[in-house]
């Protein structure tokens, strides 16, 4: 990783939590490895009347709080601290934006950053098209000769729905080159995502099978065992659908089914994935109801704690139809993976916290050893563990040791953990290194943006439209309504539980 170049970083929204618990912990990190640039600063924004010192003391509160390092070096910490300030402003008021601008030239000069400067929005998504235009109005867009790079970035959701996306990037577009605009995703962010490309594209083992000949359909689960704790109000407008499928999991889903790139290169990369979702099958109003199955989380029991159900939760509305579990099966129309089914699956109060990818290979043509076993059982599956206990497993059958041929499956795995010299970076940490150096490779494009929301806006448009539609409610705690299993059709063929329940000390997962 190399360092970066000598700028200052904006964050819009400094006092959040999202600052607090992801941004100035990975920050910290950065540092400490040597990651940052020599002149750096970060000026934090917010409405709250703070001094440069207070906000100094509350983000070394925060590292003290949120940080993995519990034996920081204190000079180290200081020095850190040390590069912080504050900007008292109104988002909402053009007129407070000179303030920022003064503070940012007088810390130019001092620091000789060249005019380089990286704006982070870390505030609610109604600012998005507003910060960014007023930024604009005073010149603080301007990357023309001798006033540096301006980089800006985006936290999700971008846009509520179609047109909304589209309107934003429109607004955007106007003030800002596309190469300027960072349209972040954690999950993009994650090693074990980006591993995917390294184990399909490196490995010769893994890439002739990677087609509709060898797969017989690919299922990624994102389940949460919490529920919308104390985000019942932006929730309850929101729904799993945004919050998880439109974004997070059809990216995992364009790096799982892209062609191999011409060159490692961000446009080049990106435009594969592009692709992936160009080549997604529409949903007409008739497919969804059967294609997708929408649930809502109801009170229950879990190890002797009453749990609320969703619309007992805080900011939720008491007759809500927002969906807390989305089920999908999904084609992608294109030579690679014409026929096989994509299966994704996320929903909150869930029975444990996991992402994976499965790719469930087919069964092969004559069971010699697999008879009376289910296509589940009888097929070699590679699991791609992406939170927790990052890793790859690959499941293949084995003789049972005896007389006869009975057979078990067993697994081959690869555990990040068991690196331990090389910690596994949180994914703020590696995107915001990524921004720093000018690398878009993990940072979705307006035309794949938008290319997302065309595909999932017939289903919103038909649960807005259709109220026959049912949204069924599943006890907290489990995985999620029955009726999601009525997608996959192919006798034989289930949801995998990536995690067994052991006793009433809960649940732990394989990998």
């Given at each position: 990783m190399k360092r970066a170049e000598n700028h200052i970083l904006v964050i819009f929204g400094a006092l959040g939590d999202l600052t607090k618990r992801k941004l100035i912990p990975a920050l910290f990190e950065l540092k400490k490895q040597d990651m940052l640039p020599?002149?750096?600063?970060?000026?934090?924004?917010?409405r709250t009347k703070t001094s440069d010192g207070e906000f100094r003391n509350k983000m070394r509160d925060a590292l003290n709080e949120y940080s993995e390092d519990k034996e920081r070096?204190?000079?180290?910490v200081d020095n850190f601290i040390g590069s912080l300030y504050f900007c008292v402003m109104d988002f909402k008021?053009?007129?407070?934006?000179?303030?920022?601008?003064?503070?940012?030239?007088?810390?130019?000069?001092?620091?000789?950053?060249?005019?380089?400067?990286?704006f982070y929005l870390?505030?609610?998504?109604?600012?998005?098209g507003v910060i960014p235009v007023d930024l604009a109005r005073h010149g603080m867009n301007d990357q023309s000769k001798d006033k540096g790079w301006k980089r800006i970035i985006i936290e999700k959701p971008f846009g509520y729905d179609l047109k909304t996306a589209k309107e934003l990037n429109n607004k955007l577009l106007k003030h800002y080159e596309e190469n300027q605009i960072y349209r972040i995703d954690h999950y993009?962010?994650?090693?074990?995502?980006?591993?995917?490309?390294?184990?399909?594209?490196?490995?010769?083992?893994?890439?002739?099978?990677?087609?509709?000949?060898?797969?017989?359909?690919?299922?990624?689960?994102?389940?949460?065992?919490?529920?919308?704790?104390?985000?019942?109000?932006?929730?309850?407008?929101?729904?799993?659908?945004?919050?998880?499928?439109?974004?997070?999991?059809?990216?995992?889903?364009?790096?799982?089914?892209?062609?191999?790139?011409?060159?490692?290169?961000?446009?080049?990369?990106?435009?594969?994935?592009?692709?992936?979702?160009q080549s997604l099958r529409p949903m007409k109003p008739e497919d969804v109801e059967k294609n997708v199955i929408r649930g809502q989380y109801a009170e229950s029991t879990i190890k002797g704690e009453k749990v609320s159900g969703y619309r007992e939760e805080k900011g939720v509305k008491k007759d809500s139809r927002t969906e807390t579990f989305v089920a999908m099966k999904l084609f992608i129309d294109n030579w690679r993976w014409g026929g096989v089914p994509f299966y994704i699956r996320t929903g909150k109060r869930l029975p444990t916290r996991v992402t994976e990818v499965v790719i469930h290979f087919k069964p092969t043509p004559h069971q010699l050893?697999?008879?009376?076993?289910?296509?589940?059982?009888?097929?070699?599956?590679?699991?791609?563990?992406?939170?927790?206990?990052?890793?790859?497993?690959l499941k293949f059958g084995m003789k049972t040791p005896g007389s006869g041929y009975n057979i078990q499956n067993v697994n081959m795995d690869f555990h990040y953990s068991d690196l331990k010299e090389e910690?596994?970076?949180?994914?703020?940490?590696?995107?915001?290194?990524?921004c720093m150096i000018g690398d878009s490779t993990l940072f979705a494009r307006a035309d794949a943006v938008e290319s997302c929301w065309q595909f999932v806006q017939p289903v919103l448009n038909a649960w807005r439209e259709n109220k026959k539609?049912?949204?069924?409610?599943?006890?907290?705690?489990?995985?999620?309504?029955?009726?999601?299993?009525?997608?996959?059709?192919?006798?034989?063929?289930?949801?995998?539980?990536?995690?067994?329940?052991?006793?009433?000390?809960?649940?732990?997962?394989?990998?």
């Open positions: 020599e002149n750096f600063a970060i000026i934090g924004t917010g070096k204190k000079d180290l008021d053009d007129s407070d934006y000179p303030g920022l601008k003064k503070k940012l030239e007088e810390l130019e000069k001092n620091l000789k950053t060249g005019g380089n400067v990286t870390a505030t609610p998504p109604s600012l998005y993009l962010g994650k090693e074990t995502v980006q591993n995917i490309l390294v184990t399909r594209f490196s490995n010769g083992i893994f890439e002739p099978l990677w087609n509709r000949n060898y797969v017989n359909h690919v299922e990624i689960t994102s389940s949460e065992s919490i529920g919308v704790e104390n985000r019942g109000g932006y929730y309850d407008g929101s729904g799993a659908l945004r919050d998880m499928i439109q974004n997070h999991l059809l990216q995992v889903t364009g790096v799982i089914a892209m062609e191999p790139p011409a060159s490692f290169e961000s446009n080049a990369i990106r435009n594969e994935t592009l692709k992936v979702f050893f697999g008879r009376g076993k289910t296509v589940n059982e009888a097929c070699n599956q590679l699991v791609i563990r992406i939170q927790p206990d990052e890793g790859i497993l910690p596994l970076p949180p994914a703020y940490e590696r995107l915001l290194h990524d539609i049912k949204i069924y409610g599943y006890p907290a705690g489990t995985w999620g309504p029955e009726h999601a299993d009525t997608l996959i059709e192919e006798p034989g063929i289930t949801w995998r539980y990536p995690c067994k329940n052991l006793s009433d000390d809960g649940l732990y997962c394989e990998l």
